[in-house]
């Protein structure tokens, strides 16, 4: 009887263990909703990271080369619709990104003037 009853209360005892762990991999699958908040905090991120190179390319053009500045209001107009349709709701972050992409790659910034 002995050992029937060892069994007995071993077998209960895995059973409380896998209720428990099941419960935390039901966790943590609901804790899955918060990664699309980190993405979108991540691409404002990158956005702000791009803004903040094309300005900085811009003075620095613009403090090379006083008289050649045909392209330079070009951006600065660009960045600012940009900017505004994004705090309007115009336009999504992907979208955003995307064209902030086009305007890097029309000035040859590449990821390290980035940062």
Same mark, same amino acid.
């Given at each position: 009887? *002995?050992? !029937?009853?060892? $069994?007995?209360?071993?077998?209960?005892?895995?059973?409380? @263990?896998?209720?428990?762990? /099941? %419960? +935390? =991999?039901?966790?943590?699958?609901?804790?899955?909703?918060?990664? *699309?908040? !980190?993405?979108? $905090?991540?691409?404002?991120?990158?956005?702000?990271?791009? @803004?903040?190179?094309?300005? /900085? %390319? +811009? =003075?620095?053009?613009?403090?090379?080369?006083?008289?050649?500045?045909?392209?330079?209001?070009?951006?600065?107009?660009?960045?600012?619709?940009?900017?505004?349709?994004?705090?309007?709701?115009?336009?999504?972050?992907?979208?955003?990104?995307?064209?902030?992409?086009?305007?890097?790659?029309?000035?040859?910034?590449?990821?390290?003037?980035?940062?």
């Amino acid at each position: 009887m *002995d050992p !029937v009853m060892s $069994l007995l209360i071993s077998g209960i005892v895995a059973a409380i @263990i896998l209720v428990m762990l /099941n %419960k +935390q =991999q039901v966790s943590k699958v609901s804790n899955n909703i918060y990664t *699309d908040d !980190v993405q979108q $905090l991540y691409l404002l991120t990158t956005a702000e990271y791009k @803004i903040n190179a094309l300005e /900085n %390319k +811009q =003075q620095l053009t613009r403090d090379k080369i006083e008289s050649k500045t045909t392209a330079l209001p070009e951006v600065e107009l660009e960045i600012a619709q940009l900017t505004q349709a994004f705090n309007e709701g115009k336009i999504h972050l992907s979208e955003l990104n995307s064209k902030l992409d086009t305007l890097l790659n029309k000035f040859n910034i590449d990821g390290a003037e980035i940062l």
